[in-house]
Every structure is written in structure tokens, then in C-alpha cells.
């Protein structure tokens, strides 16, 4: 029987047994990429936009791996990184708490970990899933565990390319500019980190005091007493849905396109380390088809919100009901659909995010030469697919490929690690299930290419390392020995006695 008491019972006995882990690992690495200053400023390694799981982790695998001259970026205040304190409306994470996310292999950094060090084995064992402001709390935790390089209210407004391969970042804090060279960026930038929240053009003309996007902020306080309608039944649509149900709403109604709700998981159920690790090395066809066909099954939101929103008599919910006019008739809006028209105060679309290049101000520079799929591959023509044509075709690394071969070389060293990575190296970047593998793919490749640019200054460091590790005393040449030591060297003589052998 295992001995409980060799388990962490608090913050500080958790975070003393990482240090020892860590130690007995011999980690992190020691720093090992040459100092390079150009313009009179030193070049930071590796700049990480975005500072939410994916930024953290893709940071502490780098450390791990020894660039510790690296910086996270982030427009939000510290401890709001992310979605998970801000427009994340969910109760609790979608994900079974077990699964062990941006741990990076290290037990000892688990969510379980943290959970267990907090509250006990016993609160972990009657928890369900993770309260979104408990995992928050733990990524808090998780950035000021392994002392991770973060600056909060920064904004990147643009990414350059420099004549000399090397990037400018140029960013804002507080009303300040500045400009820092890297040799890498990585974009950390979560589901809308290529383009933004999608809303249907029916919404063009419409006053935005009348809708949000179930990202936006919104004062569900003042929707008390009034009516709702919400586009699409997806997870967010239905979290937002029960967020103004539960502040007072009188009424909601949810307008779903589908004739019925999905309600199998696909991806999840064909979930596996082979597919973790084996999803890049399909051929493109086939990466094509598993994403095509998850994406028309579509992913059911998770049993616990459908019942947080059918909780409550004032809902309705009205399946085979796209859109199909949408105007302003005095102080409310009229959502017209196939079963009728409808009047709501306030209107909340549920419809997802798009990817697009020209809606991202800090890529403008370079968006121009980005290949994406529809550049390169022939489209099924049964499978049709606008979001898939328009992710990025990217590298091992998760690098940004170009259009035509020269035009934008800079493009290697800009790292595609959020959600449109999905059709070329799979579910790495933005979900729990397999973020550390994502950062460890994406780690190793920068520091493959670190290595090799900087190979003239690693070789001229193997040839300058002179520390001695023999003294030239341990043992001596006998063809160099002193004629008075070869004077002296007498072997026995041999005996012509047959010595006997044990059963002669």
C-alpha cells in the first residue's frame, strides 16, 4: 500500500517536490544560444505572443530546452491571459480533469497536482471537471512555478521582416512604443490567432447596441427582464445562453440552422497518442478527410450546458431555424426564420470564428506571402471546405510556409502555434488533451534552426574549448621510458616444470 504521506498536502511541499524533480532531471538546460547584438540591442531569441496555456507552455519548453533568452507578450493584465476568466462562460472546463495539459510530462506539475496540494485527495476524487477559475488559478500558478518571462499590457501592433533575416516586433505598453529584434515569433494567439469572431453579414446593417459575439464582453446584468435570441447551439452558444438565463433573462430563444443536435464527439472518440504524434505524417488527402468529416458531424456541447439551459422554462429552443432576416423594428430586433418571426432585445451570435490573414494588423507585413492549403492543394470537389482552404500550410516546426519560393524568407521564423495549425499538424495547439506535445514539436524545431544559424559560432567554440581533462601524468609511453628504467626491467624466467592441472 502506497504511503500517503509521500504525496504533497500544500503549495509549498508541491512546489519543493517540482524543484526536486526538476533537479534530478537537470532541468532546465543551461543557456547555450550565442548573445547576438545588432542596432546596439541584444536580439531575444524567441518572442511568444499570446501568454494563455498555449504561451506558457510553448515558453517553459523552451526553457526546458535551454533558450532562456526568450519573452512572453500579452495585451491582458496578469492573471486574464486567455479565455478562461474573460469570455469563457462555461462552469467548468469541457475537458476531464484528468488529462494532464501543458505538464510537460512532469507529474509534479499536473492540474491533479495542484488540485490535490490545495484541497486533498478526496476533493479530487468527488471533482467532476475543472471550475474555469480554478484552472485559471492553476495557469497562474503554473507561470510563477517555473518563472516564465511573461510581460503583461503589451500589444504587438506589427511583425517586419528585416533585410538582415531577423524580425522587428514592434509593440506598445502604456503608451510607450518599442521595437525588439528577434530571431523568432511565435503565435500563441488561441482559436481566433489568424483572423477574429465570425458574424453572418445578416448582422451588417444592424446597431451593434442590439448584438455581441458570444467573445465579446457583455453585461449580461443589464439583459435582466429582457429577451434573448441566440444564433447557433454549439458550446459557447449554449454557455452564453445559460449565463443570461441565470442573470434574469425573461425570455430565450436559440435559433439552431441543424435539424437536430450533434451528439457524438468525434475527435475525441478516436483519441490516441497515434494520433497525437501521427496526424502530421498523413498525406494531405487524408488529413483533409478526418478534419472535413469531424467538422460536418460537428462537436456536441457538453451535456452539463445543454442542461444548465433546458433548466429553465423560459428557454426555447428552435432546431431548422437559420436565419433568414434580421432587422431593426423600433427599440428590439425581428429574427426571422423558416417557423417565424420573433422579437428579441438583444441578440447573441454563438457562429464561431473565421480565419483570415487581412483582419490580423500585426501580420499586414507578411500576411501577402503566407501559403495556405487552397494555394497548393486541389480541393476535393465532395469536400468543400472554406475554413480549411483558408488555415496556413505550414512547416515541421510549425512555420509559416510562402506563396512563391524567395519573396518572404522571414516567414521560417514565424511560428503558427494556435487553433488554424489544425489541418496541418493536428489538435496540438490550442486543447488540453495534447498541448505539451504541440510545444515540444515546436520547441525542438526552433531550437534545430538556432543551432544550425549560429553554427560558425558553435564550431568556433569547439575548437577554442581547451579545459583539460588528463594532466599528462596518469600513465607514461613505455617506448618513451628512460634507458636506466629499461636497464632496470627484468622479466622472470620461464619454469619447465609442468605445472599440474586440478584433476591430472
Not at 493584465?77 to 512532469?106: D, N
Not at 460537428?298 to 423560459?314: D, E, G, I, M, N
Request: aromatic residues 8%; negative net charge; proline residues 8%.
Amino acid at each position: 500500500m502506497s504511503d500517503m504521506s509521500a504525496f504533497p498536502t500544500s503549495l509549498d511541499a508541491l512546489e519543493a517536490r517540482l524543484q526536486q524533480d526538476l533537479a534530478w532531471l537537470e532541468l532546465p538546460a543551461k543557456a547555450w544560444v550565442p548573445t547576438r547584438v545588432v542596432d546596439g540591442q541584444r536580439v531575444i531569441d524567441v518572442v511568444i505572443i499570446g501568454a494563455g496555456m498555449a504561451g506558457l507552455v510553448a515558453s517553459a519548453m523552451l526553457k526546458r530546452l535551454g533558450v532562456a533568452n526568450h519573452i512572453v507578450l500579452d495585451k491582458a493584465p496578469a492573471g486574464r491571459e486567455g479565455p478562461w476568466v474573460t469570455f469563457a462562460r462555461m462552469r467548468t472546463l469541457r475537458s476531464p480533469k484528468q488529462l494532464t495539459g501543458p505538464a510537460m510530462g512532469l507529474p509534479a506539475l499536473t492540474f491533479r497536482a495542484y488540485y490535490e496540494a490545495l484541497h486533498g485527495r478526496d476533493a479530487w476524487v468527488a471533482l467532476d471537471r475543472a471550475p474555469r477559475e480554478t484552472w485559471m488559478d492553476y495557469l497562474v500558478w503554473y507561470r510563477r512555478v517555473l518563472d516564465l518571462p511573461v510581460r503583461n499590457a503589451t500589444t504587438v501592433d506589427a511583425i517586419l521582416p528585416r533585410a538582415d533575416g531577423l524580425l522587428n516586433i514592434v509593440c506598445r505598453q502604456d503608451g510607450r512604443t518599442e521595437t525588439m529584434i528577434a530571431h523568432h515569433v511565435v503565435l500563441a494567439t488561441g482559436r481566433d490567432g489568424l483572423g477574429g469572431p465570425f458574424v453572418p453579414p445578416i448582422a451588417d446593417d444592424i446597431d451593434p447596441k442590439f448584438w455581441a459575439h458570444t467573445a465579446d464582453v457583455i453585461d449580461f446584468a443589464s439583459l435582466r427582464g429582457k429577451r434573448i435570441g441566440v444564433v447557433g447551439a454549439g458550446a459557447s452558444a449554449m454557455d452564453n445562453a445559460a449565463t443570461a438565463l441565470e442573470a434574469g433573462a425573461a425570455r430565450l430563444d436559440m435559433f439552431v440552422r441543424r435539424t437536430d443536435l450533434p451528439q457524438i464527439n468525434k475527435f475525441t472518440g478516436i483519441g490516441s497518442q497515434g494520433v497525437v504524434h501521427g496526424f502530421a505524417g498523413l498525406p494531405d488527402e487524408w488529413k483533409w478527410r478526418f478534419l472535413d468529416y469531424a467538422m460536418r458531424a460537428q462537436t456536441p456541447p457538453p451535456r452539463p450546458s445543454v442542461l444548465r439551459v433546458s433548466a429553465f422554462p423560459q428557454a426555447h429552443l428552435h432546431l431548422g431555424s437559420p436565419i433568414t432576416g434580421l432587422e431593426q423594428d423600433g427599440d428590439h430586433l425581428a429574427v426571422t426564420t423558416p417557423k417565424g418571426r420573433y422579437p428579441v432585445d438583444f441578440l447573441v451570435f454563438g457562429t464561431g470564428f473565421k480565419i483570415d490573414l487581412t483582419s490580423r494588423p500585426e501580420l499586414a507585413a507578411v500576411a501577402p506571402n503566407i501559403r495556405l492549403w487552397r494555394d497548393r492543394f486541389p480541393v476535393p470537389a465532395a469536400m468543400p471546405n472554406g475554413e480549411l482552404e483558408a488555415s496556413p500550410d505550414l512547416g515541421n516546426a510549425f512555420e509559416f510556409l510562402e506563396t512563391e519560393p524567395g519573396a518572404c524568407p522571414a516567414l521560417s521564423r514565424i511560428h503558427c502555434f494556435n487553433f488554424p495549425a489544425t489541418l496541418s499538424h493536428g489538435k496540438l495547439t490550442g486543447d488540453i488533451p495534447a498541448i505539451s506535445e504541440g510545444a515540444d514539436r515546436l520547441a525542438r524545431g526552433i531550437v534545430r534552426t538556432l543551432f544550425v544559424a549560429d553554427r560558425e559560432r558553435h564550431f568556433a567554440d569547439l575548437q577554442a574549448f581547451d579545459t583539460l581533462e588528463l594532466l599528462g601524468d596518469e600513465w607514461a609511453d613505455d617506448e618513451t621510458a628512460t634507458d636506466e628504467a629499461s636497464d632496470c626491467l627484468t622479466l622472470p624466467e620461464p619454469s619447465l616444470e609442468r605445472t599440474p592441472t586440478r584433476n591430472a
